[in-house]
């Protein structure tokens, strides 16, 4: 059975500072995965997808990789902003085919202090 | 474009009332999803809709739920006769028909059962 961690559960630094949330799941026979981002009271918003023949992917300050073999994700975010406080979740999509059930993490919450 | 919309936006019910919960997905996107995401929870697959396929319910957690995609657009998620452990806030999301699977959230109903 797939399941997803998150490490740290929340994290607090100062603006300016590069850091990494971790993501982890037991199965490596992943189609793909998936980074959001979530601010209080509203839904979730789509940052990076990396299919499970890809490495990295990147956008603006935020950068993801992806070792299937280790069963491991991080992301990335450079030079981080108050804007940037919120929680961030972690999605594989299992295997390949047609199923198209996500398995969540927890999230870890971030918050970026001015 | 119009991204994922959903309604109510908060719904306070009493226990033993039936609610509705509306859908409307991203125009041209095939599947559409339903999850729940309880306080300290993570998110919880509910229900999948792809095309004119016969939708995946198999995350529904009991038969007083259940869920209507209308033409294949709007999709309606009923509870019946609502418990208070029914309370989270339900999200919505839909996918174009590229093979990513890549989702976009609505902001989701928060669903409170007194």
């Known amino acids: 059975k797939q399941e997803v961690t998150q490490i740290p559960a929340a994290l607090s630094v100062p603006e300016g500072e590069n850091l990494v949330l971790n993501c982890s799941f037991t199965d490596s026979a992943i189609y793909n995965l998936q980074w959001f981002r979530q601010d209080p009271g509203k839904g979730l918003t789509s940052l990076l997808l990396i299919q499970s023949s890809q490495r990295e992917q990147t956008s603006g300050r935020l950068n993801a990789s992806l070792d299937k073999s280790s069963g491991r994700s991080t992301l990335y975010i450079a030079a981080s902003q108050p804007g940037d406080s919120a929680t961030y979740l972690c999605a594989v999509r299992p295997g390949a085919g047609n199923n198209r059930k996500l398995i969540w993490g927890l999230g870890t919450s971030l918050a970026v202090n001015p | 474009g119009a991204g994922v919309s959903q309604s109510p936006s908060n719904k306070v019910t009493e226990k033993g009332k039936d609610v509705e919960l509306r859908c409307d997905p991203i125009s041209g996107h095939t599947a559409l999803y339903w999850y729940r995401q309880s306080l300290g929870q993570g998110l919880e697959f509910l229900i999948y809709?792809?095309?004119?396929?016969?939708?995946?319910k198999s995350g529904l957690p009991s038969d007083r739920f259940s869920a209507e995609r209308t033409g294949g657009s709007v999709s309606t998620l009923t509870i019946q006769r609502t418990q208070q452990e029914d309370s989270a806030v339900y999200l919505c999301?839909?996918?174009?028909?590229?093979?990513?699977?890549?989702?976009?959230f609505g902001p989701g109903t928060r669903l409170t059962v007194t």
């Open positions: 809709f792809q095309g004119n396929s016969a939708p995946d």
């Open positions: 999301a839909s996918s174009p028909p590229s093979g990513r699977n890549e989702q976009y």
